[in-house]
């Protein structure tokens, strides 16, 4: 137990994970078992993430829309594959308005079904496309064993849905957009990912193709961070997305859709966290910098909080999200301890003796890291330190996953130590047989067939059949 | 009928309006009837009004979080006027998983039982307080006579709840949100209102005063825009809300919720569109110019368009959102009438007799304006007019409500021109005997008791008993 009441990682991983956002105060658990009241340090970092991608939406060419949240059981029905996976999650809706009503509806477990039946009606022409729209919404999935952000019976998300004339063009969309996913993880979140395409048995029910993004969390289990499939013409046909065709023919619409959720909250705690609490990339922390004030007695504290506010405005001046910390009633410690477990990126402490000098102390969350610095040079240092701070935590993540990162080519080697966590590439013969053994095995999976790398033919690991093509990734997952 | 096959407001003032929304293409109907799917040029103006009231949120100290959907219902039920008001309203959740549920859950219709209980836990002494949340979600409701934005099933918003020490913090924090909301009616979506508090019958179920904002339609009717509410201590000690107070005493919060909602788009629409569709104020605006190029044959295609991509670039560089619309199937008179029905704030018509002469014309959706103006100044020129546009749709609709606001002291003359529409001043006894005889009479309502005006004791003009004060606004509402 660290001194702040977090659980360490090395004493139970799971455990700290939940007294990282308690000590953080990010979310907690609702009255409704599974469901999550999200806090405003944990919402502000979800608005920072949300605008980033939204603006990257934006400049891709998608709109906005909205819509409904409840779904007639016969829509949700229509494309079998899709309803076989879903409607055993869903939350359903018998009464409303003192009555109860005709046809149950359905919460939107996602919105495949009423966008791609509502695009029915869009759709005439080959001229109506593309149509590119994405949705910020909630939706709920029946969670039998929920925790924080990373699997929770309601979650915010978005969610993409776009309809294209032919599958090259929609096949390009889904690249795109788990690029996007890609780009925010990793610049905006500093979570490094794999992009790939996965297996199968791993499908998006419905999908032709689902890509993801598969990033490793400090335990060295992988963790699904977004998704983009590639629907072919399988939901246009359950739904009759129909057009005439540039040659005059009527066909059918192919269609894809992606999300990401507040999941990556649980990534972004699990990526960059330790045991003193979680550590926010300063792309996404509401607050970037906190000026603590040190001082004794009201008269120093006037000064001292003065002084405080001062610096604060030179921080905003320079860009930083900043505040003063001037509550009267808490020692600086135990204020340093609050804003370490909420992992503000900066700390700037300034009592008297750093006033006589003219310096201020700045503390660097990541590293620990203390400066003294000229408090004309605070706002500059700080405002350079963002751009360092997020560069640094990328590179700190990619080198931690890359020493865990594996070449194997024993199936036994990889049943003694995938159970110590990290990325395993093995070659792969393609049967659904052999994924099967590995999961029954050491309850790994494949995460993906990722894109980059060198082609590397040889025996599966697993059956010691022919292998080709670039090697999967199996490991444990969330 | 008028050219866009939209009904005329003086033909069917109710049928104008569901065409104008048709086809400006801002929202449909739903497969759930009363539910909405609000379309990227509706949801567009959405975005941004969030936007503008969000920031004010946050300028006003304000946070952002997220309380679930899903509210069981032993919560929901615990105060008991507010259960009386919504229960019936309510969509309940039965089965989950497969499973019926041990216990219904209610969707929320506000989530007061929610925050309230929460808020419960989080507050133990003053210095807990205030606290300030705000979220985004959607609501449901069951409605019985559904209309797109002004009243559906499900439905966007914000909820405010904060919870104080004193009252008169809490009256404070009431009268500071419905300022906001009037600030953002009347300087960002162009729509003068009215601040007053709701007499007793129509306050928020559980209140103890309810503040709005009452805006009047093309037809004369009112439209409450937005609510604060005061409601003293009645969640509080429903919900268990207790702090020790700083003199060592446990003691009940006060606490205050406010709304707006996906109405407001409503309210948008019926005071400023007219029978060519609706116009939507510059600040609203997703695009707040398009430029139309005038061509005939592809090699002149080529030429005009890139002339009018250019023409965006300046726009765009002078801070307007503006588009160029170069397709290639649609003549130019469909496009300036397609662009009419969405209310764009201003069109650019560049052909290449302007060209010749380097000019172009501009047209203010507004006005109907023309103006022809030299290339050079067309980014700067609708730079200006943006400002323009805003001030003169706020001072026209202000001008013809004033026109329709009437000081009345004879009842039999208010019953006879009510239907008429308009705002009536009468002078109120304060009993709720008269309300009812003027609902029953008239179908009319006390809409609020404006805090601005001069106090003007007198004869009710209902009974004739004494009544002091100012005079409340008796109006038709939606």
């Known amino acids: 137990m660290s001194r702040r009441q977090i659980k360490t990682r090395a004493e139970d991983y799971s455990r700290w994970y939940q007294d990282v956002i308690a000590a953080a105060d990010m979310a907690e658990h609702a009255p409704v078992r599974g469901c999550m009241i999200i806090k405003p340090w944990g919402y502000g970092i979800w608005e920072r993430l949300q605008r980033e ?61 009423i966008i791609c039946s509502t695009y029915a009606k869009w759709i005439n022409s080959w001229r109506d496309l593309p149509i590119l729209i994405n949705q910020w919404a909630n939706v709920v999935r029946w969670e039998m064993r929920p925790r924080l952000f990373l699997r929770t019976l309601e979650f915010l998300w978005q969610e993409g849905h776009t309809a294209h004339e032919t599958h090259d063009e929609a096949a390009e969309e889904v690249r795109r957009m788990l690029d996007v996913y890609a780009d925010v993880a990793e610049s905006v979140m500093a979570v490094p990912v794999i992009k790939g395409s996965k297996t199968a048995s791993e499908r998006f029910p419905g999908a032709i193709d689902t890509t993801c993004i598969e990033a490793m969390m400090q335990d060295g289990k992988a963790l699904q961070a977004g998704t983009s499939h590639d629907l072919g013409q399988n939901f246009a046909k359950a739904y009759d997305i129909e057009f005439q065709g540039r040659d005059g023919e009527m066909q059918h619409a192919w269609s894809t859709s992606w999300g990401v959720s507040t999941r990556l909250i649980g990534a972004i705690i699990m990526t960059h966290g330790d045991d003193d609490g979680i550590v926010v990339p300063p792309m996404l922390a509401p607050q970037q910098a906190v000026v603590v004030p040190i001082f004794k007695g009201e008269e120093q504290a006037a000064e001292m909080c003065a002084d405080a506010e001062a610096i604060v405005a030179d921080l905003r001046a320079a860009g930083v999200r900043a505040k003063a910390d001037t509550r009267d009633h808490l020692r600086p410690g135990a204020k340093f301890f609050e804003w370490e477990k909420k992992g503000v990126p900066v700390r700037v402490e300034y009592g008297a003796r750093d006033k006589a000098s003219g310096n201020a102390v700045i503390k660097r969350r990541d590293t620990g890291e203390k400066m003294i610095v000229p408090l004309t040079e605070v706002a500059s240092t700080i405002a350079g330190l963002m751009t360092t701070i997020q560069a640094g935590m990328l590179a700190k993540a990619r080198a931690w996953r890359d020493e865990r990162t594996f070449v194997c080519d024993d199936y036994d080697d990889f049943k003694s130590r995938v159970g110590d966590g990290g990325f395993f590439h093995m070659r792969w013969c393609g049967e659904a047989a052999c994924e099967t053994r590995v999961k029954d095995d050491t309850k790994a999976t494949i995460r993906c067939i990722p894109y980059e790398g060198d082609d590397d033919p040889g025996a599966c690991t697993i059956c010691g059949a022919d292998a080709t093509g670039i090697r999967p990734i199996f490991a444990r997952a969330y």
């Not at 899709?82 to 009503?101: N, Q, S, Y």
């Open 53 to 113: 991608l939204d603006d990257r939406f934006k400049e891709t060419g998608h709109e906005n829309a909205y819509f409904p949240l409840l779904v007639p059981k016969s829509l949700i029905t229509k494309e079998e594959e899709h309803v076989e996976g879903f409607a055993p999650e869903c939350a359903i809706v018998t009464h409303g308005g003192d009555k109860e009503l005709e046809e149950p509806l359905y919460i939107r477990p996602t919105s495949e079904a």
